[in-house]
């Protein structure tokens, strides 16, 4: 500080006892008020450096809840979507076997059908030549009342 009492004081002029006195409280009250001053300074640094790091760790605390939230929300629609998709590969595979029982139960009424119509045109057919028998029997029978008139 450049008052006039210590330029004084400075240039080596030996001061009277009460000026020295004053100027001694007044260097003891300066380096009481800045070592006051760095001491706030410092703990006012030191508690912003501490408000600073719970707010880092909140921050961070915070960062890592959301992650997880939406984490747990993508993964809960793709958990439903798995479970839906192991549901349908089971309805799949159950209706897999029922086609092929059906389509072997098909097989066997279309080989049974086919056999009823075998044994029916067989039937037919067999019919066809009674009537063609039983016409031939009536000629043959005409045929013999004719000869046997005729005789």
């Given amino acids: 500080m450049n008052t006039p009492m210590s330029m004084l004081t400075s240039r080596g002029r030996v001061l009277p006892f009460s000026e020295k006195e004053r100027t001694e409280e007044e260097t003891g009250t300066l380096e009481s008020s800045l070592l006051q001053l760095i001491e706030d300074n410092r703990r006012s640094s030191l508690q912003l450096r501490e408000k600073t790091e719970r707010s880092r760790k909140e921050a961070i605390r915070h960062?890592?809840?959301?992650?997880?939230?939406?984490?747990?929300?993508?993964?809960?629609?793709?958990?439903?979507?798995?479970?839906?998709?192991?549901?349908?590969?089971?309805?799949?595979?159950?209706?897999?076997?029922?086609?092929?029982?059906?389509?072997?139960?098909?097989?066997?009424?279309?080989?049974?059908?086919?056999?009823?119509?075998?044994?029916?045109?067989?039937?037919?057919?067999?019919?066809?030549?009674?009537?063609?028998?039983?016409?031939?029997?009536?000629?043959?029978?005409?045929?013999?009342?004719?000869?046997?008139?005729?005789?």
């Fill in 63 to 151: 960062a890592a809840r959301t992650a997880d939230l939406l984490v747990k929300a993508v993964n809960g629609g793709v958990e439903e979507c798995f479970v839906n998709e192991k549901r349908i590969e089971a309805e799949i595979r159950s209706l897999a076997v029922t086609v092929a029982r059906f389509g072997k139960q098909t097989d066997q009424w279309l080989a049974a059908t086919h056999a009823v119509n075998s044994a029916v045109k067989e039937i037919g057919d067999f019919e066809n030549w009674m009537k063609t028998m039983e016409f031939d029997c009536k000629k043959i029978t005409a045929a013999i009342r004719n000869i046997h008139e005729d005789h």
